[in-house]
């Protein structure tokens, strides 16, 4: 069946730092990924999605590519600042009409000043 | 611009009672989801509704019953409470087919005496 994996749980971070999340997926077919980013007390927002295998989403300094090769939607930022501090969950969608998503886990990302 | 309301923001019930959650969403969406959250865990979706008179089961449906009242408001009952499905319950919309980003709201906070 399908599925979302994201093994880090946990991310801790100066500011400034470097930040890479894993994801990889598996399923039939090519969905479109997604990272969806949570703060504390809210729901998830959608962060970056991308549709294309071998595109790249981006938004507020965040990154990921969709590698078809791999599998992986991996995200990445140069330099996080204490306000990123949120749980990030990668999130894959069927091309059906119904709109299911997947998702993974979930990693804690907590960015010290 | 739109909005998900949630109610109740907290909802505390005895084991074995039947528990009832709404939404409600002015984005004027087609399509409605309800999502359960455990800490440390990933999203899984409980029941979804495409349009104002459907209703799909999800991948944890066992033990939810759910309701699409009008096209804006989706309920989620728990049909009889366990203190194992402690848990937040989310529900999302988006425009009916994909890949349509989904919105959500900040979610019901359960937990069972």
């Known amino acids: 069946g399908d599925s979302v994996i994201q093994m880090q749980g946990q991310v801790t971070l100066s500011e400034n730092d470097f930040l890479f999340i894993n994801c990889t997926y598996s399923t039939t077919g090519y969905p479109t990924l997604f990272w969806y980013v949570q703060y504390s007390g809210e729901g998830p927002q959608l962060l970056l999605q991308?549709?294309?295998?071998?595109n790249k989403g981006s938004s507020r300094g965040f990154e990921a590519t969709y590698d078809k090769g791999t599998t992986s939607f991996h995200l990445q930022k140069t330099s996080v600042q204490e306000i990123d501090s949120a749980v990030y969950y990668c999130?894959?969608?069927?091309?059906?009409?119904?709109?299911?998503?997947?998702f993974g886990d979930g990693t804690v990302l907590t960015v010290k000043p | 611009g739109g909005i998900i309301t949630q109610t109740p923001k907290f909802l505390i019930g005895q084991e074995g009672q039947k528990l009832t959650l709404k939404c409600q969403q002015n984005?004027?969406?087609?399509?409605m989801y309800w999502y359960r959250q455990d800490s440390g865990k990933g999203l899984r979706l409980i029941y979804y509704s495409i349009t104002e008179n459907d209703l799909q089961k999800g991948d944890l449906s066992e033990g939810y019953d759910a309701s699409r009242e009008k096209k804006s408001s989706f309920s989620l009952t728990v049909t009889s409470a366990q203190k194992n499905e402690m848990a937040v319950f989310l529900c999302?919309?988006?425009?009916?087919?994909?890949?349509?980003?989904?919105?959500f709201g900040p979610g019901t906070r359960l937990t069972v005496l």
């Open positions: 999302a919309s988006s425009i009916a087919g994909a890949p349509a980003e989904q919105f």
């Open positions: 999130a894959m969608r069927d091309n059906t009409n119904t709109g299911k998503l997947t």
């Open positions: 991308v549709t294309t295998a071998n």
């Open positions: 984005f004027n969406h087609d399509t």
